[in-house]
T-cell receptor, first 112, second 113 residues
Framework: QKEVEQDPGPLSVPEGAIVSLNCTYS??????FMWYRQYSRKGPELLMY????GNKEDGRFTAQVDKSSKYISLFIRDSQPSDSATYLC????????????FGAGTRLFVKA | GAVVSQHPSWVICKSGTSVKIECRSL??????MFWYRQFPKQSLMLMAT?????????EQGVEKDKFLINHASLTLSTLTVTSAHPEDSSFYIC?????????FGAGTRLSVL
């Protein structure tokens, strides 16, 4: 079993839809939960990060962490064609030297 | 926000030559930087962890003599692909860690002819 599981998609939605992206994980020591967006032939860009449990909102993006279920989500409201990209979840622990583990990435296509 | 600069963005070289890629943290100090390789439509593959002032830690299967990493300061790490061959053609991405969060460079596309 991988430490982090993420459905690679592709996920195709119409413009304006609400998008839900998810990851599950197995290591209960993870404390930092990140979402990155990667456009083709570019480096990943940090969208949001959350420490421990709870929700965080930034504009059209909402990140949720449910540590009891070992499940994290990223919601995109009013999706736009410019949101078309690969979204990677990532997790790390609290102690020095703790590796960051990345999900495989979900490819999202938002159709105009 | 934390900014990581990676240079060059694209390099073409002849087989047998060496190529150096630079990764700089512009507005923070990074004790630890990372080097990744990414093939088309695939996820990030960690190659090595670069620690300032000490030797890099390479992942299993990565040739340390081919991929030389130097972390000379708290803001600069370099990856040198030595004696490059066409199979080394790929997208290389660096990241720098601050407060348990990694920030990535824009990546370097290496094409070896």
């Amino acid at each position: 079993q991988k430490e982090v599981e993420q459905d690679p998609g592709p996920l195709s939605v119409p413009e304006g839809a609400i998008v839900s992206l998810n990851c599950t994980y197995s290591n209960s020591a993870f404390q930092y939960f990140m979402w990155y967006r990667q456009y083709s032939r570019k480096g990943p860009e940090l969208l949001m990060y959350t420490y421990s449990s709870g929700n965080k909102e930034d504009g059209r993006f909402t990140a949720q962490v449910d540590k009891s279920s070992k499940y994290i989500s990223l919601f995109i409201r009013d999706s736009q064609p410019s949101d078309s990209a690969t979204y990677l979840c990532a997790m790390s622990g609290n102690t020095g030297g703790f590796k960051t583990i990345f999900g495989a990435g979900t490819r999202l296509f938002v159709k105009a | 926000g934390a900014v990581v600069s990676q240079h060059p963005s694209w390099v073409i070289c002849k087989s047998g030559t060496s190529v150096k890629i630079e990764c700089r943290s512009l507005d923070f100090q990074a004790t630890t930087m990372f080097w990744y390789r990414q093939f088309p439509k695939q996820s990030l593959m960690l190659m090595a962890t670069s620690n300032e002032g000490s030797k890099a830690t390479y992942e299993q299967g990565v040739e340390k003599d081919k991929f030389l990493i130097n972390h000379a300061s708290l803001t600069l790490s370099t990856l040198t692909v030595t004696s490059a061959h066409p199979e080394d053609s790929s997208f290389y991405i660096c990241s720098a860690d601050t407060l348990n969060i990694q920030y990535f460079g824009a990546g370097t596309r290496l094409s070896v002819l």
